[in-house]
């Protein structure tokens, strides 16, 4: 089983950058493709950025194409979303999430079994 929590999120003024953590337990973190979701209020939660368990493949929401970057350092057991150009629709909760042992990486919520419990970000215009 593998526990996320995530850190990093606050408050920035559009345009700027933040950098997302996420740290795993658990000795399966290698074999865990991760993702990163979000939720603004009154909305759906939504996929934001997947990583494989190898950190070689990865894929994005068009919505942030081009400005976040996921990666991945396995000996540390962290995820990162590093998010550039920021703007006020990206205001949101922002959620990590594992999937199962040596799963395939998803853009899909429902194929991950583990979730953390969120870092609001807040972009001001």
């Known amino acids: 089983q593998v526990q996320v929590v995530e850190s990093g999120g606050g408050l920035v003024q559009a345009g700027g950058s933040l950098t997302l953590s996420c740290a795993a337990s658990?000795?399966?973190?290698?074999?865990?493709?991760m993702g990163w979701f979000r939720q603004a209020p009154g909305k759906e939660r939504e996929f934001v950025a997947t990583?494989?368990?190898?950190?070689?493949?990865?894929a994005y929401a068009d919505s942030v194409k081009g400005r976040f970057t996921i990666s991945r350092h396995n000996a540390k057991n962290t995820v990162y979303l590093q998010m550039n150009s920021l703007k006020p629709e990206d205001t949101a909760l922002y959620y990590c999430?594992?999937?199962?042992?040596?799963?395939?990486?998803?853009?899909?919520?429902?194929?991950?079994?583990?979730w953390g419990q969120g870092t609001q970000v807040t972009v001001s215009s």
């Open positions: 999430a594992a999937r199962p042992p040596f799963s395939t990486h998803s853009v899909y919520e429902k194929d991950y079994h583990y």
């Open positions: 658990g000795r399966t973190f290698g074999t865990a493709a």
């Open positions: 990583i494989s368990m190898s950190g070689t493949s990865t």
